[in-house]
């Protein structure tokens, strides 16, 4: 969609780039220190765990400004520091690291996120026994989440990525001692696996083909045409070209950690963790992973692509987005924890930035990344202090009036939801929304995903409303009256919040700062890129459905939401499909009667081969062994040992013969001599005759 | 019949008295004496052999014999010295009874 963009390439690299390989360095090594505290050192072990990533805070920032300055000079720089991490003979595996627009937006709104939900997580989970190794795991997945931003090679990328993943099932089993804890652990993770065999797949095809992992390495990278020619002149399967059937293994990788259908099953269950993590690694930046790998790639994703086209992996990219965000938004309407409709939420929203990515481009994908990160966290933990000011109830249908009890939340999270709704003008949430449902109308394959991301966000916008009302409005129906969470907690909500709002203003039409930032091209104020054709018809037509959502969730939920032993309004109206979506579609109860039956068939059908088959073997071989043995048991006690046995008696018996001769007495013995001296003598005789 | 085969005949008659004596008696004295026998039967060889022999002027033979001699009374005075030795111990010269020291 977007012209390519050519960046100047920087040989040498500067110092910031150079020291690039600290950021995630330090948060990694705190981790360690970390691991090896005892457990009552929690002080200690929050105070280096939120230092680690202040420090990587800082120094991303000055990336981040560096990147800025290099920008204002004309152009978007791309510095990379490459080492050879591997030598086989002539052939070289290469890492290394990479600092530009994308990166550096990405490293600071990673390390910022992480920074306030490091603080946020202190007070959340001050009475938590485990606090030391929580800290422990949040500071490794802060280390490999900046290092998969940074990473220069698909390979380091996919080892932190990797990383991210462990980090990732450690945190949501981190309560392991609750069944359901650690059964969606061990569901996150191998759920990823899935998507991460067939990135790993392409990475290998991807070796093959070009011969280096690296994505710049000015002219000889992967990404850069040199290889990308060869690969769009390779053939892959089902008429792709080598690049397109890479871009796509790629892409079902990072569908695995975006929780994109059909893939997406893990990440509402990843809920189980602590609220901390689901707000940092679930719904801001790991899950964001994916959307920034697609981004990173994206010369692969989009090469072949003619003048205004698109690529078969875009079309796939943006259909399976585009389906997600409609499918995980009907979800969200009829679920009842307040983290699970922010988890289905955030798996609709993975689907926008996906979609956004596939018809807009980067920008347009990342923008959405960028602001979502903020409103979600902001909700998430909004969320986590509901759920702590009413002692651990996550069933709204068991809260209610919050809004005078806990009143910062309140706002706070207000304002996290009209972000994430699209409320006009004043929030991130509609800026970045209208810029892929632009990207959509302006899609030149169909135009059903323009109608299904507009219908996702009329169904964002209900359910979010249907949660507010549950949560803040009506009256209290929990049993212990709720109370507002301390400073620690709330203050890191009020700065998202801030943002939530803020950063709208860096993607508005008139002013496309991020577009032009990751694109590194000059940036004016031009109040006429609302004058475009239709984008004011547009923008007037979201903030109708967003209206309208809003409208049918207050009119449904505002200030009567049931009892928890009443059925919900919509469960009355509709049954049947309330049914269907109350139980997310069915989806888990589809896998649990196809993939994982056949896993358990399998299972069996390996145990039998084992038991029966490689174990029968084994125990033949076992027996004809022991016959073997017995038989040699059986030569030795009675031929081996008879004979040696009997050749001692046989000498014992001659010696005692022997024996006998010598008597003692003089004159035998004088006999003998005699008789042998006449033998001696007549044989003498006898052979000189002869 | 030469002079030197009757010697040699005596001395074989000699040796063969010598040699029965030593092989049957049980008194060890006259065992001892039996032996000493058999010794004066081989000076007597000694002698024959050099007087008849290629020189008889050289008096080898005769050195012979009185070595011979002189070893034999040696050897006759530890033999008797062991035989009184044994007697004292066990108060019998019989040597079918000194059979201790069997295998």
Not at chain 1, 495 to 512: D, E, K, Q, R, S
Request: neutral net charge; contains cysteine; hydrophobic residues 55%.
């Amino acid at each position: 969609m977007q012209e390519t963009i050519s960046f100047t390439p920087q040989l040498a690299a500067s110092p910031i780039a150079e020291i690039l390989w600290l950021i995630p360095a330090v948060p990694m090594v705190a981790s360690g220190v970390i691991a090896l505290l005892k457990q009552p050192k929690r002080r200690t072990a929050a105070t280096l765990a939120i230092g680690s990533l202040s420090f990587s805070l800082l120094l991303a920032l000055i990336a981040f400004v560096h990147v800025l300055g290099e920008w204002a000079h004309g152009g978007g720089i791309r510095e990379t520091v490459n080492f050879t991490w591997i030598q086989v003979g002539s052939s070289h595996v290469d890492l290394g690291w990479v600092l530009d627009p994308l990166a550096a937006v990405m490293l600071v709104m990673v390390a910022f996120v992480g920074l306030l939900i490091f603080i946020y997580s202190t007070g959340y989970m001050e009475h938590d026994e485990n606090y030391t190794r929580f800290f422990c795991f949040l500071s490794l997945f802060a280390g490999a989440m900046l290092g998969v931003v940074i990473s220069n090679s698909l390979l380091l990328l996919f080892m932190c990525w990797e990383l991210v993943g462990l980090t990732s099932y450690l945190l949501i089993g981190f309560w392991y001692q609750k069944p359901a804890a650690a059964a969606a652990a061990k569901k996150a993770f191998m759920t990823t696996r899935v998507g991460d065999v067939f990135f790993l797949l392409g990475i290998v095809w991807f070796f093959a083909q070009t011969g280096t992992l690296l994505f710049y390495n000015s002219g000889a990278g992967s990404l850069e045409p040199a290889a990308l020619a060869t690969l769009l002149a390779q053939h892959g399967a089902l008429g792709l070209t080598a690049a397109g059937a890479i871009g796509l293994l790629i892409f079902a990788g990072a569908a695995g950690k975006s929780g994109q259908f059909p893939l997406h099953v893990w990440l509402p269950d990843a809920m189980e963790g602590p609220t901390p993590v689901s707000a940092l690694i679930h719904a801001a930046t790991m899950v964001a992973a994916g959307v920034y790998l697609i981004a990173r790639v994206y010369p692969l994703m989009q090469a072949g692509a003619l003048t205004g086209g698109t690529t078969t992996a875009l079309t796939v990219v943006t259909w399976v987005g585009a389906f997600t965000a409609v499918f995980a938004a009907l979800i969200a309407v009829a679920q009842n924890d307040i983290k699970r409709i922010l988890a289905y939420s955030t798996v609709s929203q993975l689907g926008y930035m996906m979609a956004g990515l596939g018809m807009g481009g980067v920008a347009v994908g990342m923008f959405h990344l960028i602001t979502h990160a903020f409103f979600k966290a902001l909700l998430f933990l909004g969320a986590g202090s509901v759920i702590h000011g009413c002692h651990e109830e996550q069933d709204v249908r068991r809260m209610g009036g919050l809004r005078s009890d806990m009143p910062l939340t309140f706002v706070t999270y207000a304002i996290g939801m009209l972000a994430l709704c699209g409320f006009p003008l004043l929030f991130s949430g509609f800026w970045s929304k209208d810029g892929i449902l632009e990207a959509a109308q302006h899609w030149s394959v169909a135009k059903a995903p323009f109608y299904m991301l507009v219908f996702g966000a009329l169904l964002t916008a209900f359910y979010m409303t249907r949660q507010v009302g549950y949560v803040f409005f009506g009256y209290w129906r929990g049993h212990k009256p709720a109370h507002e969470s301390p400073a620690v907690m709330t203050v890191p909500l009020a700065i998202l919040a801030f943002f939530a709002m803020a950063l709208g203003v860096i993607g508005t039409p008139a002013w496309p700062w991020f577009r032009a930032f990751l694109d590194g091209r000059a940036l004016a104020f031009h109040m006429d890129g609302f004058a475009e054709p239709g984008l004011i018809a547009l923008m007037g037509g979201s903030t109708a459905v967003v209206f309208l959502g809003l409208g049918l969730g207050w009119w449904l939920y505002g200030g009567q939401a049931p009892k928890p032993e009443q059925p919900d309004v919509l469960e009355k109206a509709v049954p049947v499909p309330w049914v269907w979506l109350h139980n997310r579609l069915y989806v888990d109860e589809f896998y649990g009667v196809t993939v994982i039956a056949f896993y358990e068939w399998w299972g069996r059908v390996a145990d039998w081969l084992d038991r029966r088959v490689w174990g029968g073997a084994v125990t033949g071989v076992a027996w004809l062994f022991r016959g073997w043995a017995q038989l040699n048991r059986f030569l030795d006690t009675n031929w081996v040992d008879g004979g040696f046995d009997k050749g001692c008696e046989e000498l014992a018996t001659g010696g005692g013969l022997l024996a006998r001769v010598q008597s003692g007495r003089v004159q035998t013995y004088l006999r003998l001599l005699a008789l042998a001296v006449v033998a001696l003598v007549a044989i003498l005789i006898w052979s000189s005759r002869a | 019949m030469t002079p030197l085969a009757g010697y040699l005949l005596v001395a074989a008659l000699l040796f063969a008295i010598g040699l029965a004596g030593a092989l049957t008696r049980r008194n060890a004295i006259l065992v001892l004496i039996s032996i000493e026998l058999m010794l004066n039967a081989a000076n007597l060889n000694l002698i024959a052999f050099w007087r008849y022999g290629p020189h008889p002027e050289a008096l080898t033979g005769m050195m012979f014999a009185i070595f011979s001699i002189a070893v034999a009374a040696a050897e006759a005075a530890v033999g008797l010295g062991l035989v009184i030795s044994i007697y004292r111990h066990a108060h019998t010269t019989d040597i079918d009874l000194m059979n201790r020291m069997k295998g």
